[in-house]
Structure formats: structure tokens, C-alpha cells
């Protein structure tokens, strides 16, 4: 998303961010372990053998000079401020110790602490700022970084202002303990949109600002003000009252009906990695280890692939999966020839640092065969200039075959079509599995980039659809489709669920005969198609900007389409002009009035 004009409310002077600190109890809810099967990788080194994660990682122990620390965290820092379109990727690991550094967290940065429990690890400051994008408090273009697995002490000497995470899309926070409070924007609350936290302990008061949208899901904290357009609340402890929508902006859903965090890396006292996998749960309140033990299966390094940028392929890959192994994919920009194919079940892929597949002859990044348990996390998948049918897919068929019991799990899960290069693609995700979960996903065909694709991107960087969902029973957490040029979401399975959805229609339209949808202007973002008879989402906004067509009348008929089904439901719609003359006529089938004057808002429907 990129932010022109638009409306944002803030909420008080800083010192009512302040809070004392409160406690919070532990999440709640019911737990379903499934554990990977054993593999026997070949060659398999010894379990304290030195683990080599590329050029790209930077790993820090509590036993180094706390100044060389802060230097080399300064030094990527400074390498990846503005550095938006850029190859550099990076992760900074943390072993378990107390680090008096401050951590500015940069474009393609991941900051990772490796302990079993987010306390094992703690640093001073942990913050994105709003202070690159033209010196003006604007975050709507702070994407693709994240941090994970550890905790901020944040004292009062180190700055006055509580943790900043102004973010927008591609930015979440997950499995975090905040000592104090957090802002989601900068402390003079400038331009955000859009962001994701989940199994995160925050002390203090969490205060959105000038969000505008953010999806948090099993997390606690002492409060939560604010909100702008829609704000979404999922299993999480102590969420704000909602009112009556859109004022305020809020939706609550109390318990989070299934999910399985991510998978994440640790290291033990004598200096062995594993990766540890996360039950499933079902039904569940709060974070998963705050005051409880946490379940799951953990997997030694030694049955994990170690991919590097400049040393690996989609072939070497492949026959690293081919032999049993699970998958890590060090921070860089891989360019494949092949796609990369994930075939059995229970595989965890793990990348690291934003990692970039980019399909640079046309094909599919990634296949995921129709098996159980595969999980993949924190992967950009890029479009080359030969247009592929998919980035990626999840079950290359319809099968029918149900993973319920162990679902497929995907979590930071990007894709770009344009922005550095004039890339191509039909559809950025396709699903064809049952019982697929997403969690945190940003599909984007570029409205900005290097290559000025906001004046002549329609022809340039094609893509039609963002997420196509042919499978039943997928259940998506944070959601965000942007600027494709037909439906940003087609969904065909039954069971659906959304939890938070955020969307732009596309920004580039020549004129009104460019985009059609038969005999109605322009196509839905939102599309449940007329066959599904069982569908729900909550939280759903949905945008329009005029960019380069401001003046030619260019319009769209509806936000959402879906059939009128006794099992199809939405709760808490929204549709906003950013620039105050791009027309959405209705929210959803001819209904909820039109976006321009006032926002257009629909309670429920049916």
C-alpha cells in the first residue's frame, strides 16, 4: 500500500501512552500435537558440528563487546533504512543472554532470539521508524522486515517514547515480550497502514495511532486505543470493547478457531540448533507459552537443508527435499530456473531474513503437493519478466483429500509483481489443498518501485489475480491483496474463513473500458463464487485511489461480491476513496452505498 491523502485520528498526548506495568495471565484453549516424522538426512553431521548460515546472517552471543554488537547492527541499519528495492537481506540472531543494544530494524531485516522462550533473550530497544519516506512520518511504505522470539526491556534512559513499530504491510511482530508499551506508527502518530502481531506479551498499553488497518492475534496486553478504518481482534486477552460499526472501527472475535504458530529456531546450552514446530491448537486465547508450556516437536538442524544465496538452485534444492530433508533458506535473492517442489508431508520450510524466490523463466516458484503438515514461513516470492501461471501453489489439483487434522500451514507469506523489475505473473497464490492455513499474507502487484510503474504498470507489470482459493475449509489470518487487475481474491472452496482482509484495487486503470467485468464496472476485490455455499470473514476494508486515472471516471461497481447463501456471512465491511473521487459504488452485492462523501460501511450481511 502506498498512502496519498488520507484520514487518520490520534489519541491523546505521549504520556497517555504510558502505563504501569500490568500483569497478564496465560492463553487458554485446547492443543492437538502432531509431530514430524523421523528422516534420516544423509549426510547427517554430528550434532554439535558447526552450523554454517551463509554471509548473510549475522549471529551475536552475550559474550561479545557489547559496542561491536551495536556497530555491526548500526552498519546494516544504515545499508537498509531507504532500501526498499534492494537486494540485501539479512538476519540478526540473538543467542540467549541480556544485550544493552538498540535495534533499528531496516528494510529485509529479520531479528531473531534464539532461546526457547522470548525472555531468554532481551535487548534494550526494538523499533521501526516512520523517518525515511520524504522526512515525513510516513510508514505506509515500511514493508518486508520482521522480528520474532524475544524481549524489549525498552528502559527509560534508552528514549522516552515507548517501542515504535511503524509498519505497514509485510512487517509482523510474532512471539514478542514488550517490558512496557508500544505505538504502531511514529510518536507523532504520521502515516501507517497496516500490519500483523500474534503470540505476543505486551506489559503496557498498545496505542495504533494513525493505523488505519492491523490484524493481532493471540496476544496480550494491559489496553489498546485507537483505530482508524478497521481493526481486527482475534483470541486475543483483553481486546478493546467494541462498539457499533464503523465507529469504532473495531471487531472482536474471541477465540481463535485454528492455528498453529510458526515454526521457529533455538539453540541449547552446548550450542546445537533445532527448529521447534508448535502443536496445532484449536479454540485458544492469548499467547502460547506466557505462563503455560508451550507444545510441540522439536527437530535438530542436522535433519535441515541449508540453503545460501550465490551457492543454491531450484535443483540443488530439490534434491536436498528429494533425500527427506526439511528446509532452510538463508537471507538473499535466489533466482530460479525451476520451481521448487515440496512433495512430502510434514516438511518445514523456514526462510530467513525475507528470502526472495524469484521465477525468472516463467514457471512456478513453488509447487506444495496435496499431503499433510507441510509448513512454510517468511518467503517473498518475486515475478520475473516471464509470466508465470503461479508464484505459488498450495496442491497443484483439487483433490478433496482432508488435512484437518494436519493442516498445511503458511505464515509470512509475500509476493511482489513488479516494483524492482517489470515482472509478470497470472496469480500470485493459488490453493488448491483442503484445510490450509494462512497466517499473515501480503500479495502485491507494485503501484510504486523503481521503475515508475505507476504511470504504465497495467501493460508492464501484468498480474491478474492476487489469492485464488480452490480448496475447502482454508482459514486465512491477516490477509492483504493489492492492485491485480481482476479480483484481488477469488475464492471457489466451501468453508472459507477471513480474518482480516485489507485490499486496494488497482491504482493504474487506463479507462472505464479497460476494466469490465462483463457489462459492470470493474471487478470485486472480494469474490465468493456463485457455487460456494458456506463462507465467513470478519474485518474486511477495501480501497480505491485513482492515481493516474484521476479525472477519467473510472468506477467500480462493488467491494465484494458473494452468493446469498444461508452459510455465507461478513461481518464489519468498510470501503474508503483515498483520494476522494475514485467511486466503489456498494460494499457488497448492490448494497452498503457508495465510498464517496463518507466512507461506505456495512454491519453484516446478510
Known amino acids: 500500500m502506498k498512502c496519498r491523502t488520507r484520514q487518520y485520528f490520534t489519541l491523546g498526548a505521549l504520556s497517555a501512552l504510558t502505563l504501569a506495568l500490568a500483569a497478564c495471565g496465560g492463553g487458554s484453549g485446547s492443543t492437538t500435537e502432531t509431530s514430524a516424522p523421523a528422516v534420516t538426512p544423509t549426510p547427517a553431521p554430528t550434532a554439535n558440528a558447526k552450523v554454517d548460515f551463509g554471509p548473510n546472517v549475522l549471529i551475536f552471543d552475550p559474550g561479545m563487546d557489547t559496542a561491536s554488537i551495536q556497530s555491526q547492527i548500526n552498519n546494516i541499519y544504515s545499508q537498509q533504512h531507504s532500501n526498499q528495492f534492494g537486494t540485501n537481506r539479512f538476519a540478526l540472531m540473538f543467542k540467549p543472554g541480556n544485550y544493552p543494544v538498540d535495534i533499528n530494524v531496516g528494510f529485509y531485516t529479520h531479528v531473531i532470539g534464539l532461546g526457547s522462550s522470548p525472555d531468554d533473550v532481551q535487548v534494550d530497544d526494538l523499533h521501526v521508524e516512520a523517518d525515511w519516506l520524504n522526512m515525513s512520518q510516513d510508514a505506509t511504505q515500511n514493508f518486508w522486515r520482521s522480528a520474532e522470539n524475544l524481549s524489549v526491556q525498552h528502559p527509560a534512559s534508552v528514549t522516552p517514547y515507548p517501542v515504535r513499530w511503524a509498519v505497514s504491510q509485510a512487517a509482523p511482530m510474532r512471539r ?7 505505538i504502531l506508527s511514529s510518536p507523532w502518530c504520521g502515516y501507517s497502514s497496516g500490519g500483523f502481531i500474534s503470540d505476543t506479551l505486551i506489559d503496557g498499553q498498545i496505542n495504533s495511532c494513525s493505523q488505519q488497518q492491523w490484524f493481532s492475534r493471540n ?39 485454528v492455528v498453529r504458530e510458526k515454526p521457529f529456531l533455538t539453540i541449547d546450552g552446548s550450542g546445537n540448533y533445532s527448529v521447534f514446530v508448535p502443536a496445532l491448537n484449536t479454540n485458544t486465547t492469548g499467547t502460547t507459552w506466557h505462563g503455560r508450556t508451550e507444545a510441540g516437536t522439536s527437530l535438530p538442524i542436522s535433519q535441515f537443508y541449508i540453503a545460501k544465496e550465490n551457492v543454491d538452485t531450484a535443483q540443488t534444492i530439490n534434491a536436498a527435499l528429494a533425500r527427506g530433508l526439511n528446509l532452510i533458506i538463508t537471507p538473499g535473492v535466489y533466482h530460479l530456473t525451476d520451481t521448487i517442489r515440496i512433495t512430502r508431508p510434514d516438511t ?10 524469484e521465477a525468472d523463466t516463467g514457471l512456478d516458484a513453488m509447487d506444495v503437493a ?7 514461513s517468511g518467503l517473498l516470492f518475486d515475478a520475473g519478466t516471464t509470466s508465470s501461471p503461479a508464484l505459488l501453489k498450495v496442491g497443484t489439483s483439487v483433490t478433496g483429500v482432508s488435512h484437518a487434522a494436519n493442516p498445511i500451514c503458511l505464515y509470512d507469506i509475500y509476493a511482489r509483481i513488479g516494483g524492482e523489475i517489470a515482472g509478470k505473473a ?28 505507476t504511470t504504465t504498470g497495467w501493460t508492464i507489470n501484468p498480474a491478474i489475480n492476487g489469492l485464488v482459493v480452490n480448496g475447502d475449509n482454508v482459514t486465512m489470518y491477516g ?28 491504482y493504474d486503470v487506463p479507462n472505464q473500458a479497460a476494466w469490465m467485468n462483463g457489462s459492470e464496472n470493474g471487478y470485486p476485490s472480494y469474490k465468493v463464487a456463485d ?11 477495501i480501497y480505491s485511489f485513482n492515481f493516474v486515472t484521476t479525472g477519467r471516471n473510472v468506477a467500480l461497481a462493488n467491494a465484494i461480491e458473494a452468493p446469498q447463501q444461508p452459510g455465507v456471512s461478513f461481518t464489519d465491511l468498510i470501503t474508503v476513496s483515498l483520494d476522494g473521487t475514485s467511486l466503489i ?11 464517496i462523501g463518507q466512507n461506505g460501511a456495512v454491519a453484516s450481511y446478510p
Open 176 to 182: 514478542v515480550h514488550v517490558k512496557g508499551d508500544v
Open 370 to 376: 496435496d499431503v499433510d503438515g507441510v509448513k512454510i
Open 426 to 453: 497470472h496469480t500470485a497464490v493459488e490453493i488448491n489443498s483442503n484445510n490450509v492455513i494462512g497466517d499473515d499474507f501480503w500479495l502485491w502487484r507494485a503501484d510504486h518501485g523503481d521503475i515508475g510503474l
Open 219 to 257: 496476544t496480550e496486553w494491559a489496553s489498546w486505543v485507537g483505530g482508524v478504518w478497521n481493526m481486527v481482534f482475534v483470541g486475543v486477552q483483553n481486546p478493546p470493547t467494541p462498539g457499533t460499526w464503523p465507529s469504532p472501527p473495531l471487531t472482536v472475535v474471541a477465540q481463535t478457531p
Open 348 to 357: 518445514v520450510v523456514l526462510g530467513l531474513g525475507v528470502a526472495t524466490l
Open 479 to 506: 490477509l492483504a491483496v493489492e492492485h491485480f487487475e481482476q479480483y484481488q481474491t477469488l475464492w471457489n472452496g466451501n468453508g472459507g474463513s477471513v480474518y482480516f482482509y485489507q485490499s486496494e484495487e488497482p
Open 585 to 595: 459504488s456498494n460494499v457488497i452485492n448492490n448494497t452498503g452505498g457508495s465510498n
Open 531 to 541: 457455487s460456494v455455499t458456506s463462507h465467513k470473514a470478519y474485518g474486511v476494508g
